[in-house]
């Protein structure tokens, strides 16, 4: 069972940027895509942006697209999410996920197998 770790969130003000990072455990990591999701307060989680194995392939939701970058490093077993230019409507808990099975892109939760704790991230107006 592959456990997931991020870091990297906090308190910064509109405009500003962040980079996440997921640290994951285990030898499979390099095997499966990756995906960030975010859930803010009331409402449902949401799909962020995909990795697939090797990084070579990316996919984002409309919202993030142009301004957050998904990146892997499959030596260190971590996986990023380069956020910049934020909204204050970005706020929310982010978590990374891993899939196992589905195809790529795959922007449901149904789809991932695994899940970290999350990391708040707040954008300040």
């Known amino acids: 069972q592959v456990q997931l770790v991020e870091s990297g969130g906090g308190l910064v003000q509109a405009g500003g940027s962040l980079r996440l990072s997921c640290a994951a455990s285990?030898?499979?990591?390099?095997?499966?895509?990756m995906g960030w999701f975010r859930q803010a307060p009331g409402k449902e989680r949401e799909f962020v942006a995909t990795?697939?194995?090797?990084?070579?392939?990316?996919y984002y939701a409309d919202s993030v697209k142009g301004r957050f970058t998904i990146s892997r490093d499959n030596a260190k077993n971590t996986v990023y999410l380069q956020m910049n230019s934020l909204k204050p409507e970005d706020t929310a808990v982010y978590y990374c996920?891993?899939?196992?099975?589905?195809?790529?892109?795959?922007?449901?939760?149904?789809?991932?197998?695994?899940w970290g704790q999350g990391t708040q991230v707040t954008v300040s107006s």
């Open positions: 990795v697939s194995w090797s990084g070579g392939r990316t």
């Open positions: 285990g030898r499979t990591f390099s095997r499966y895509a």
């Open positions: 996920a891993l899939n196992r099975h589905g195809p790529f892109p795959t922007t449901r939760t149904v789809g991932y197998d695994s």
